[in-house]
């Protein structure tokens, strides 16, 4: 079986279990925006679905000049390779997501829309034909194949869902930020699902740490969690 990347899912909740409330919507803070940036910096490839590429229409870059400059020492482009999962292929080839960076764009998607995907996107990332259905596993050895030894996962719910039901996450870094969405419609962190982790079998709490006014709880999820 090829090897699968270390993946680290990366998120910010409100203290109600929601990502955010279906718009755009800042639930950290400065310095865990900070945070993240280095976390980015340390990987070779940032995954979000095609759902966050469309609402939030992230840049996923590194923003610290410095951490570009040393990635760049290191023969690695300024910022991570990005990547996206969709089944429908609706996706606007003039996003941040595929407009900024100098790094490779990665779309996986389903078998039947790759035709449709390689005329919309073609000249701004490389298609990938995902099978049918995408399965998360395949996609990350296929990242793994592709050089990814550090994969982050950025979101959304729908995304981070099949990662952990997949026990495909080796490390969550939960942000809980100190506000209620208050609203079912809102997307939540995850959705319904058979979690490899339950009241009779718990999680690692690997660290707990304040930034400001929120905190960061790092989960150590299999045995190739590592604390660097
Ligand atoms: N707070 C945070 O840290 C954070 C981070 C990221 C996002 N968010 C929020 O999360 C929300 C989006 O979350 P979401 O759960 O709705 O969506 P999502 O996970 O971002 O994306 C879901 C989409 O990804 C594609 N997809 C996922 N799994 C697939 C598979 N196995 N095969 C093929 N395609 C697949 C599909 O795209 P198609 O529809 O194109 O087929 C699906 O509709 C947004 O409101 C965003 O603001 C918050």
């Given at each position: 079986?090829?090897?699968?990347?270390?993946?680290?899912?990366?998120?910010?909740?409100?203290?109600?279990?929601?990502?955010?409330?279906?718009a755009?919507?800042?639930l950290?803070n400065?310095a865990?925006?900070?945070?993240v940036d280095?976390?980015?910096?340390?990987?070779d490839?940032?995954m979000?679905g095609?759902?966050t590429v469309?609402?939030d229409?992230?840049?996923?870059?590194?923003r610290?000049?410095e951490?570009?400059?040393?990635?760049?020492a290191?023969?690695?482009?300024?910022?991570?390779?990005?990547?996206?999962?969709?089944?429908?292929?609706v996706?606007?080839?003039c996003?941040d997501?595929?407009t900024?960076?100098?790094?490779?764009?990665?779309?996986?998607?389903?078998?039947?829309?790759?035709?449709?995907a390689?005329?919309?996107?073609?000249a701004?990332?490389t298609?990938i034909?995902?099978?049918?259905?995408?399965e998360?596993r395949?996609?990350?050895?296929?990242?793994?194949?592709?050089?990814?030894?550090r994969?982050m996962v950025?979101?959304?719910?729908?995304?981070?869902?099949?990662?952990l039901?997949?026990?495909?996450v080796?490390?969550?870094?939960?942000?809980?930020?100190?506000?209620?969405?208050?609203d079912?419609?809102a997307?939540?962190?995850?959705?319904?699902?058979?979690?490899?982790?339950?009241?009779?079998?718990?999680?690692?709490?690997?660290?707990?740490?304040?930034?400001?006014?929120?905190?960061?709880?790092?989960?150590?999820?299999?045995?190739?969690?590592r604390?660097?």
């Amino acid at each position: 079986m090829p090897d699968r990347p270390y993946t680290l899912l990366s998120c910010s909740v409100s203290i109600d279990g929601y990502l955010g409330n279906g718009a755009r919507l800042a639930l950290s803070n400065d310095a865990d925006f900070d945070r993240v940036d280095e976390v980015r910096a340390s990987c070779d490839a940032i995954m979000v679905g095609a759902a966050t590429v469309r609402t939030d229409n992230p840049r996923l870059l590194v923003r610290s000049p410095e951490r570009r400059e040393q990635r760049a020492a290191r023969g690695l482009a300024p910022s991570p390779v990005k990547v996206t999962i969709t089944e429908g292929a609706v996706l606007d080839a003039c996003s941040d997501f595929f407009t900024t960076g100098e790094a490779e764009k990665l779309v996986y998607c389903a078998s039947p829309v790759v035709e449709d995907a390689c005329a919309r996107l073609g000249a701004v990332a490389t298609v990938i034909d995902g099978g049918e259905p995408v399965e998360m596993r395949r996609v990350t050895e296929d990242l793994g194949e592709r050089g990814v030894e550090r994969l982050m996962v950025e979101g959304g719910g729908k995304v981070h869902t099949q990662f952990l039901t997949e026990d495909l996450v080796d490390e969550l870094q939960l942000v809980v930020a100190p506000c209620f969405v208050g609203d079912s419609r809102a997307p939540r962190f995850v959705s319904d699902g058979r979690f490899p982790w339950n009241p009779q079998r718990r999680a690692t709490l690997a660290g707990v740490r304040q930034i400001g006014d929120v905190v960061l709880l790092r989960y150590a999820l299999s045995p190739r969690f590592r604390t660097d």
